[in-house]
């Protein structure tokens, strides 16, 4: 099967080729757009990518995930299951030899039912189009994601009618693919402070 590549946009391993098999099964997300998502991560960051702790629950070929790496997250935890995709994300693993990697193969609703407690500052939302992914994976989330964490979500549709607990804070849209970054709120019932002030939109 014939191969392109694509390549970390930033950070410490900036150029590292990561090779995409032709076909309909792997849609990794494109540089312009992962350069868009990191320089928003900067800005509510702060700029302090270390300590933070990050889930790539669909990994495919790990772009999102060795981003962060790249960018020098604490914990980048890539989540696969396609035997194919688990090879690739393994080949680059080894090549980067980055502490900060760890690769879990598994499915995604099945890692986070098994989190014994929120722990992950972001979670990336890259699922595969069209399989109804989003309303299994939505009363998860807060088993793996910190209250007030951020998630990255990409979507075949708009983000206009999102989960309450969901604060849009960036969008944006690259062909058909609609992509953002959302301010999960907390839903425990312990927390009391579930609304936030901050709505802006790009």
């Known amino acids: 099967m014939k191969k392109h590549q694509i390549r970390i946009v930033g950070g410490a391993y900036r150029r590292t080729p990561i090779s995409v098999p032709e076909g309909d099964h792997l849609r990794p997300t494109p540089d312009r757009v992962r350069e868009t998502l ?27 995930g060795f981003e962060a790496a790249s960018r020098g997250v604490e914990t980048a935890q890539l ?21 900060a990697i760890r690769i879990h193969a598994g499915e995604a609703c099945a890692f986070l039912r098994a989190q014994p407690t929120p722990s992950y500052d972001l979670v990336m939302l890259d699922p595969p189009f069209g399989a109804g992914w989003l309303p299994r994976l939505r009363p998860l989330l807060d088993r ?8 990255y979500l990409e979507s075949e549709a ?9 604060e849009l804070l960036r969008q944006g849209r ?14 425990q019932k312990s927390m009391n402070n579930s609304q936030s002030t901050y709505t802006e939109t790009a």
């Not at 990191?38 to 999102?64: E, I, P, S, Y």
């Not at 989540?79 to 502490?99: D, F, N």
């Not at 690259?174 to 953002?180: C, L, N, P, R, S």
Request: net charge neutral.
């Open 144 to 151: 793996a994601l910190l209250p007030g964490g951020l998630l």
């Open 174 to 187: 690259a062909g058909q693919v609609h992509y953002g970054l959302i301010r999960f709120a907390a839903t």
């Open 79 to 99: 989540v696969e299951q396609a035997p194919a995709a688990l090879a690739g994300l393994r080949a680059v693993q080894a090549r980067l030899q980055a502490p």
């Open 38 to 64: 990191f320089n928003w991560l900067a800005h509510f960051w702060d700029g302090a990518f270390a300590g933070r702790r990050v889930l790539d629950l669909f990994a495919g070929t790990g772009a999102l």
């Open 158 to 166: 708009a983000l206009d009618a999102l989960p309450p607990e969901w």
